[in-house]
Structures are given as structure tokens and as C-alpha cells.
């Protein structure tokens, strides 16, 4: 069992940063995949960006590509996602997950693939 913990999350202007971390405990961390997926109220949950166990290989979804930053510290046993030139259109509540098993790049994006997932963080952004 994988417990998972998000923090940073909170209300900033467009065009401003947060740097979001996800603390794992329970089961060995570091040979899994980590994630971060978003969810509005009304829609599924959305892939943001992901991060192989050895943290050489990172997926992003296009939207925001170039503006976040995906990255993991295994000693640490946690997942960070550094979010610059924040939009308004990237207000969600943001979920950090963990896939044990191994990802293909075709299901690194699909949420059914993970198995554990934490509580969420807002990010809100203001206009």
C-alpha cells in the first residue's frame, strides 16, 4: 500500500508560480511511475504530466508543455511539479498518482492505469 500526500497548491495571478509536492509513504516509491492528473468539477480527470521510476524519461500533456516541470527526489520519496506561467485555464484540483507497474508513452496518460492516488490541491488562478 502507497499512501500519498499533496501540498503547494493555493490562489496565485496569471503568469505567477507554484511548485506542487506529492510525499509518498508505505511500499518501496522508487520503481514506480508517478503523475500528476487535474479534475474540474463536471470533467474527468485530466493528465497533466508524468515521471519514470528513474526519473530520465517525463511526459507532459500539450497544454502545458514548456510551463511545467515534472521531477522526483526517490530518497525523498516525492514527486514535485513546478507549475510557471500559470493560466487561468490551469485552475483544477490537482492529484498526484502512482502506476505499479511498468507505462507504455500510450498509457502513461490514461488515469485507470495508476493504482494509488492522493487527496488533491487546489491551484487556483486569478485573471
Known amino acids: 500500500q502507497v499512501q500519498l500526500l499533496e501540498s503547494g497548491g493555493g490562489l496565485v495571478q496569471a503568469g505567477g508560480s507554484l511548485r506542487l509536492s506529492c510525499a509518498a509513504s508505505?511500499?518501496?516509491?522508487?520503481?514506480?511511475?508517478m503523475g500528476w492528473f487535474r479534475q474540474t468539477p463536471g470533467k474527468e480527470r485530466d493528465f497533466v504530466a508524468a515521471i519514470t521510476w528513474s526519473g530520465c524519461t517525463t511526459y507532459y500533456a500539450n497544454s502545458v508543455k514548456g510551463r511545467f516541470t515534472i521531477a522526483r527526489d526517490n530518497a525523498e520519496n516525492t514527486v514535485y511539479l513546478r507549475m510557471n506561467s500559470l493560466k487561468p485555464e490551469d485552475t483544477a484540483v490537482y492529484y498526484c498518482?502512482?502506476?505499479?507497474?511498468?507505462?507504455?508513452?500510450?498509457?502513461?496518460?490514461?488515469?485507470?492505469?495508476?493504482?494509488?492516488w492522493g487527496q488533491g490541491t487546489q491551484v487556483t488562478v486569478s485573471s
Open positions: 498518482a502512482v502506476a505499479n507497474r511498468v507505462l507504455t508513452a500510450g498509457l502513461i496518460t490514461r488515469a485507470n492505469n495508476y493504482d494509488y
Open positions: 508505505g511500499r518501496t516509491f522508487s520503481r514506480y511511475v
